[in-house]
């Protein structure tokens, strides 16, 4: 049974940083895409960003490009989510999310690419 465990999400000021950290078991870390998606009450659940466990490539949303950076730990079946200046348009739960093997053809940052979810962890970010 595969499990995602988010964490590192926390209450920050404007202009700070965090780190998520999303920790995969029971789960084969070969040929996936990994991503990052985020929901706040006032929006729908969007991609944030995105990595391809073959050659790292990423996927950014453009509200984070420049400020947030994902990255992978194949040996640790982990994805990291490194977020700078953050801005209180960042507020919302994030959630990592993983695809079966291969990934499927949808987008990297479509929430219909991905099979597993994990249950989410909140960032506030005050001004």
């Known amino acids: 049974q595969v499990h995602l465990v988010e964490s590192g999400g926390g209450s920050v000021q404007a202009g700070g940083s965090l780190r998520l950290s999303c920790a995969a078991s029971?789960?084969?870390?070969?040929?996936?895409?990994m991503g990052w998606f985020r929901q706040s009450p006032e929006n729908e659940r969007q991609g944030v960003a995105a990595i391809y466990s073959v050659n790292s490539d990423t996927y950014y949303a453009d509200s984070v490009k420049g400020r947030f950076t994902i990255s992978q730990d194949t040996v640790k079946n982990t994805v990291y989510l490194q977020m700078n200046d953050l801005k209180p348009g960042d507020t919302a739960m994030y959630y990592c999310?993983?695809?079966?093997?291969?990934?499927?053809?949808?987008?990297?940052?479509?929430?219909?690419?991905?099979?597993?979810w994990g249950q989410g962890t909140q960032v506030t970010v005050s001004s």
């Open positions: 029971g789960y084969t870390y070969s040929n996936n895409y």
């Open positions: 999310a993983a695809t079966a093997y291969g990934g499927g053809g949808q987008y990297p940052l479509s929430q219909a690419k991905y099979t597993y």
